[in-house]
């Protein structure tokens, strides 16, 4: 016969649920994070971009001098 531990599955409900509260805690640090990852490499894709858009510029109006 097979035995059933209604114990242990309650246990790991709990354990269960209590890893949820801990990761929905952690979620707002998360997004904080990414968020924070993705202005930071958007910022410096933008620079990048007008830094070398200013430099063919540059290059443009001497060629024409």
Do not use: C, D, P, W
Not at 32 to 43: K, Y
Request: no cysteine; proline share 0%.
């Amino acid at each position: 016969m097979h035995e059933h531990h209604y114990s242990e599955g309650i246990a790991n409900i709990f354990i269960a649920i209590l890893g949820a509260a801990i990761s929905i805690a952690n979620i707002q640090a998360m997004v904080s994070i990414v968020a924070g990852t993705v202005a930071i490499i958007s910022g410096i894709s933008a620079a990048r971009y007008y830094i070398l858009q200013g430099n063919e510029i540059i290059k443009k109006r001497k060629s024409k001098s």
